[in-house]
């Protein structure tokens, strides 16, 4: 039970040109594919293993698991 992970929530992603992203600057904005209060995924070493809504909590982010995504096994 040691075993260091890797844990990441994604909240959208998006496509840029590297052209586009060198012209980024201090407040650029970058409109991600998911709205306001979509659930977000979490990633454990790069395999989404849930869906969740993020929440504060003492200031700090978090999410609220709200689905665990199951692996189809053939």
Known sequence: MGVP???SVEIGRTRK????IL???KGSLV???KLAGEQV???VNGRCIAKGDVVVVDDNFGIRITEIIKKNVD
């Open 31 to 33: 409109i991600l594919d």
């Open 23 to 25: 012209e980024f600057t």
């Open 5 to 7: 992970l890797e844990v």
């Open 17 to 20: 040109l590297v052209k586009d």
């Open 41 to 43: 995924d979490l990633y």
